[in-house]
């Protein structure tokens, strides 16, 4: 969603041509980036969370 509002806000500054709507793409742009990293970043929390707990229940299992 957010990614599309950034398209949007691209479009906008392509069609106007206004200082005002290209300063509100690179803003709408650069929080869509932000998100997206941070997306990323607690996805791979996720994954290295899943796999500690795999690591710690087989050591469960094994005892």
Do not use: C, N
Not at 3 to 27: C, F, G, N, Q, W
């Amino acid at each position: 969603q957010l990614a599309d509002e950034a398209d949007d806000a691209r479009l906008r500054a392509l069609v106007s041509e206004t200082p005002l709507a290209e300063r509100e793409h690179r803003k709408a742009s650069r929080h869509a980036d932000r998100l997206r990293k941070h997306r990323d970043t607690l996805s791979a929390k996720i994954a290295a969370l899943d796999a500690e707990q795999d690591e710690l229940l087989d050591r469960f299992g094994a005892t």
